[in-house]
Each structure stands twice: as structure tokens, then as C-alpha cells.
């Protein structure tokens, strides 16, 4: 599709800003994809590693309390938590507290099963509920953004009904994240919406609103594109990050979910020229694994694994 087509199409799905300005903004001629500086010439980054709480998932974790869990992540050396909303606050806040991890980000607890862009309106409105919560919460662990999906388009739920029904609902929500000071991040994920990085940077743009940006997912992008690509056109719309591993081969071979099946970077996510973008458009926040690690396996021997390959990610 060329350039006007898209604007043409875009502009028809009804989003609050025109899209032309936001796509001209974002598409301006950049230097090309040049190869990641050495680590010798470029200084350190100064970014911090977290970790997904929904991410223990091993029967061994769920036996484990939030403060347990907690401890294994600080001793395995991360720095900060992505906790999930609706969990009991007192306990979360005494185990912050208590361990020194900070929590950066919170994921919306209800935004898969109770999707803004349902056509059942009492479905929408729990799903907004969801997003209030998650805001609220946010609020409390001191956490700077929420993750939302915006929308599932399904055989049921065309593009467009999406695109209107996510935009109305995210609006309804707008007022409260800016009185708390809090950012809805927008993420990436297998949802068949917002296919594109200009249509994304566009999605984000049309609220008008710096309490609306992106949290960007490195893995889930692997699959169809290629994440520097997308960091480039997101630029300071990014908020979050989430580390996470692909590989296309373990797709094609035994089907799409087997992609994250594997350690970080032994994949296709191409670590130096993603964390050269991130450095070009000037990220300095969190990265947060949402990644496979080895089923029946310690849980503080893994989680050590892990910080140490996002150490080497980071440095790479």
C-alpha cells in the first residue's frame, strides 16, 4: 500500500487526530539501519531490569508468597517488579517495601478476557473497570505506567469496530490516569490489531494525551517484522520495554506459541541492533523479561540465569 492509501484508509478509521500529520511526523527520513556501535565506543546504558510477576508460573512459584517471590528476584539481581493488577495491595506493598524492589509498571489484569473492543457493552464497561483498577493500583506501588491491550479483533469483531470501540473506552479512562499521574501503555501483542508501527504511533497520537504511550515487546514483534524497525517510528512514544526471545525457526517447525520456547539470545530478536535503536531514540527506563525459562527447574537457580543473560542483552 502506498504512502496516500494509507492515509486515505487510516484517516477512515476515525481516529480523534488526523493521521496524516502523525504518519508524516513519524515516517521523516532517518539515517539507515547502520550496524549496532561497538560497546567500546558508546557508554553504558542506564537501564534497569524487572521482571514479570505473571511470568512465575511454575508450580513451584504459585506455592511461593509475593514476598518470597520478591526475595528471589533480588537475590538473583533484578532491580524492580512488573506486578499484575487486582492482587491483594497490603501484601504487595509490604513485600516492595520490605525487599526494595521497585514496581515499575502494572498489566491490566482483565484486558484479555473482558476486551475493550467487545460488542457486549457490560463487557466493555468491566473491561474498563479492569483498566480502572489497574490505574489505581498503579498508583499505590508508585509505578509509573499500566500495560493495556487495546483491543482482540476476532472473526466477530471487525478492525474498525475495534479500532472505534478501544478508542471510546481508553478515552473514558483518560481523565483518572492523568489525575494520577499515570501513563496507559499501549503493547503489542498477537491480537491482529494495530499491525503496524505507523498505525501504532498514530493509534497512540490520536488521544492527544502524554498519559497515553506504548509498551513495547521485543519478542512478540519477532514473528512478523523487526523490532530496531519499530523502535525507530515508536520513538519516545515507548514507556516500557519488554525483553522476551523469538526464534522462526521453532515457529515454522513446530508451530507459533514454540517460537519463545528458548533462552535469550538464542533467537531472532537481533539484541545489538534493538538495543541500538532503543539508544537512538533515547530509552532509559525499564526492561522487563517476560521470557520462557525451563519448566522443573530452581526457581532461584533460573531467575539467576536469567538476569545474567539480560546483562549480557543490555550490554550487547
Not at 515516517?27 to 539501519?33: F, K, N, Q, R, V
Not at 520513538?235 to 508451530?255: A, M, N, P, T, W
Request: no cysteine; glycine share 6%.
Amino acid at each position: 500500500m502506498n504512502r496516500r492509501s494509507f492515509l486515505r484508509s487510516a484517516t477512515a478509521l476515525g481516529a480523534a487526530l488526523p493521521l496524516a500529520s502523525a504518519v508524516t511526523a513519524v515516517a521523516s527520513p532517518t539515517a539507515g539501519p547502520a550496524a549496532a556501535p561497538s560497546t567500546a565506543s558508546r557508554p553504558a546504558r542506564s537501564l534497569r531490569k524487572g521482571f514479570m510477576y505473571g511470568m512465575f508460573n511454575s508450580e513451584a512459584a504459585r506455592k511461593l508468597s509475593v514476598r518470597e517471590r520478591f526475595q528471589l528476584l533480588r537475590d538473583a539481581g533484578f532491580q524492580g517488579v512488573e506486578m499484575t493488577s487486582a492482587l491483594d495491595q497490603t501484601e504487595v506493598l509490604a513485600a516492595r517495601d520490605a525487599l526494595g524492589l521497585e514496581i515499575p509498571s502494572v498489566v491490566v489484569a482483565t484486558h484479555w478476557a473482558k476486551p475493550l473492543s467487545d460488542p457486549n457493552p457490560a463487557v466493555r464497561a468491566a473491561g474498563l473497570a479492569g483498566l480502572e483498577q489497574g490505574l489505581r493500583d498503579a498508583k499505590a506501588y508508585g509505578a509509573k505506567s499500566v500495560l493495556l491491550v487495546p483491543a482482540v479483533v476476532t472473526k466477530d469483531v471487525g478492525y474498525r469496530e475495534a479500532f472505534d470501540r478501544s478508542i471510546a473506552e481508553i478515552r473514558k479512562a483518560l481523565p483518572l490516569a492523568e489525575s494520577l499521574g499515570v501513563v496507559i501503555a499501549i503493547e503489542n501483542v498477537w491480537n491482529r490489531f494495530l499491525l503496524s508501527p505507523l498505525e501504532a504511533a498514530a493509534y497512540v497520537d490520536s488521544f492527544q494525551s502524554p498519559f497515553v504511550r506504548w509498551h513495547f515487546d521485543v519478542g512478540n514483534i519477532v514473528t512478523q517484522a523487526w523490532p530496531e524497525q519499530w523502535i525507530r517510528v515508536l520513538g519516545s512514544r515507548i514507556v516500557q520495554v519488554h525483553i522476551k526471545e523469538f526464534s522462526r525457526k521453532l515457529r515454522d517447525e513446530k508451530g507459533p506459541f514454540a517460537g519463545f520456547a528458548l533462552e535469550l539470545l538464542q533467537g531472532d530478536s537481533d539484541w545489538p541492533q534493538t538495543m541500538a535503536a532503543l539508544d537512538e531514540v533515547g530509552y532509559s527506563g525499564w526492561v522487563i523479561a517476560e521470557q520462557w525459562r525451563a519448566p522443573n527447574t530452581d526457581e532461584g537457580a533460573s531467575l539467576r540465569r536469567l538476569s545474567e543473560l539480560m546483562d549480557r542483552v543490555i550490554a550487547s
